[in-house]
Every structure is written in structure tokens, then in C-alpha cells.
């Protein structure tokens, strides 16, 4: 009699025939013995197994035949999508749609299963790479924070691409943008037309020159302010005022300090202590009569404190004819240490 096409038998099948070589195979088997090819497939409506040349499902009646072009075409899709991935840096998702594409067992699907088999490990080298790479950059830009070379380290870290940006890369970047963005408000309250009060101004630039060290604009500003407190520091010393001119030096940080600056505050500072020891000492003894010309020594031009020296060597004089010791004076308000005399 007349033999049934295998392919078109349900369950009581025997064999079932290769869509790819046409040999036919026990029912039981799921691919091709001869080629390989998968000899049923799953329906999309209701998962079934169904043989592969199925037109129309046997269990629910979904047309297969559109269900497959619709597969072919969503992988033909994803397969374009691949590069675009690629060209955006998004290789982790590439490298997730083509291991899917890869694993395709529809005959249909073969040449995008190869297609899909070859770039995958093209695609995982750029990976790698890329991730060597992210290592490599992470390290620079630890070693120009800790110099703070901040936007330095802000630029290695943002040739980084975000897919590659762990979380010790995410981190170093918050960070850092936001010490850049620190330093770059320092500069613009410094360039303020009507500018800033002259202890605001020694804060920011201390600030940047923490911040932004090798900042040559940093340095000029602080080279400036320096200039600037020494000239009003002698212009005081010349005038006699001791003890502002030195509070003025007494403000200056450490990190705007020059050897010039320090030389003159030391000499501020004994000024300020000679004339407190004139000004405060409870009696005309001879620490107060060494303090007098040393700071005559110190500033020729103080005549006042010529004048004191007189003045407290005649009171000794007077002091040692009359009592033969040492003459005594009312309290001061305040010692040259500071405290209150009570």
C-alpha cells in the first residue's frame, strides 16, 4: 500500500525524517543521527514539541511558520544590535545576545548561529582589554590623587567607559569630581570683580594650594598674598605698631610661608614681646633696661622707646640713690603674658 509521510504522523509515529538530509529517525530522537539537525521544535503558544516542518501546531493550531520568521527576524535584529553595542562599549551585553544567538539550534538560524559563534570571541578579547585597561587606569589615578593632581586624575578616570567602572572606580570619581569642583569655586570666589575680604582670600588660596598645588595661577596668587603681607607687615613695623604687625604675620598659614615671611615674623614677634616688657614690667630693674635697648637695637627709629630708655634709667638711678634697691611701680592691667593682674 501507500506509505505515510513519517513527517505528517502524530504520536503513533515510528520514525520522523530530517528536515535537512531526509533520513528518518526513531521518534524518540531529538536530533538528526546523520547531520545533527534538531528534528522537532517547540511551540510558541503552547511549548510543545512539535516536528520541524510543522506548519501549523498540532496541540493548538499557532501558525509556526510566522512564529519562526518572527524568531528570524528578532535574531537577524539583535545580531545588527550587537554593533551598536559594540561601537557604545556595552560589550558585557553584546557578549550576552551573542552567547544566546550561539546557542540557536533552528536550522533556519544556522548562519547567524556561526556568525554569532565567531565574533563572540572576538568580542570577549575586547573585554578583556578593556578591563586590563580600567585596572591600569584606576592605578594612575590613585597615585595622582595622593599627589593632588586632582584634575589629573579625573581625566585617567574618565577614559574609563561606564560599563567598565567598578566600584572602586565609581568611588575615586565621585570623589574626585567633587574636590574639582571644589577647587574650581576657590577659583571663581577669587576672580570675583569686586573681590574678597583679605581673610577670605588667604583661606581659599591655603585651600587651593592643598588642592590644586600645581596650579601655576595657584602659586602666582600665593606668591602675591606673601608680597602683600610683608609690605604691610614692615609699613606697620615702621609705624611702631609691634603687635599688629604681629597678628598680620601670626595669620598667614604654613603652607603660604616663605623664609622671608619667617624671618620677619620672628623679628615681629620680639618686637611685640620688647614692648610689652616696657609697657607691663612692675619694676625698673635691669631686664627691663636690656629689653629697652634691644628694642632701640631692633628699630633706630622707634624715638619713643628712646625716650623710655631714659626715662627708666633715670628712675633707676633716682630709685638706687634714695632706697639703694629697686624701684617699685603700680601694677599693670595686664602681665606681657597676657592674664590680668588682680
Known amino acids: 500500500g501507500t506509505r505515510c509521510d513519517p513527517r505528517r504522523i502524530e504520536n503513533d509515529q515510528v520514525t520522523i525524517v530530517c528536515v535537512s538530509c531526509d533520513l528518518p529517525n526513531p521518534r524518540d530522537h531529538r536530533y538528526c543521527r546523520r547531520c545533527g ?10 511549548r510543545t514539541p512539535r516536528p520541524m516542518d510543522e506548519m501549523f501546531c498540532a496541540n493548538c493550531g499557532t501558525n509556526m511558520a510566522s512564529a519562526e520568521q518572527q524568531r528570524l ?7 545588527q544590535d550587537v554593533q551598536t553595542l559594540v561601537e557604545r562599549g556595552e560589550l558585557y551585553q553584546a557578549i550576552r545576545t551573542l552567547s544566546t544567538l550561539a546557542r540557536q539550534d533552528h536550522p533556519k538560524l544556522q548562519e547567524i548561529r556561526s556568525t554569532a559563534q565567531d565574533l563572540l570571541p572576538k568580542i570577549k578579547a575586547q573585554c578583556e582589554k578593556h578591563e586590563q585597561q580600567a585596572t591600569v587606569r584606576r592605578g594612575r589615578a590613585r597615585v595622582l590623587l595622593e599627589e593632588n593632581r586632582f584634575r589629573e586624575a579625573l581625566a585617567e578616570l574618565n577614559k574609563i567607559p561606564v560599563p567598565f567602572q567598578d566600584q572602586e572606580a565609581r568611588e575615586l570619581l565621585d570623589a574626585t569630581n567633587t574636590r574639582v ?12 570683580p569686586k573681590g574678597i575680604s583679605f581673610s577670605d582670600r588667604m583661606t581659599a588660596i591655603r585651600q587651593l594650594l592643598e588642592d590644586d598645588p600645581h596650579n601655576p595661577q595657584v602659586k602666582r596668587w600665593a606668591s602675591q598674598i606673601g608680597e602683600y603681607v610683608i609690605r604691610e607687615a614692615r ?4 609705624s611702631h605698631r609691634y603687635h599688629k604687625a604681629a597678628e598680620l604675620l601670626r595669620s598667614v598659614p604654613d603652607s603660604l610661608e616663605t623664609d622671608e615671611l619667617r624671618r620677619l615674623a620672628r623679628h615681629a614677634r620680639e618686637l611685640e614681646y620688647l614692648e610689652s616688657v616696657l609697657a607691663l614690667a612692675p619694676t625698673v630693674d635691669t631686664v627691663t633696661l636690656k629689653a629697652a635697648q634691644r628694642l632701640i637695637q631692633l628699630d633706630k627709629s622707634n624715638h619713643q622707646a628712646r625716650a ?5 634709667r633715670e628712675r633707676r638711678g633716682a630709685a638706687s640713690a634714695a632706697h639703694n634697691g629697686v624701684e617699685w611701680v603700680s601694677c599693670p592691667p ?9
Open 37 to 46: 539537525t534538531a528534528l522537532r521544535k517547540e511551540c510558541p503558544q503552547c
Open 73 to 79: 527576524d528578532a535574531c537577524k535584529q539583535q545580531l
Open 181 to 192: 569642583e571644589t577647587i574650581d569655586r576657590l577659583r571663581q570666589k577669587l576672580l570675583q
Open 235 to 238: 609699613d606697620t613695623i615702621r
Open 308 to 312: 623710655t630708655l631714659e626715662q627708666l
Open 334 to 342: 595686664r602681665t606681657h603674658i597676657g592674664p590680668p593682674v588682680s
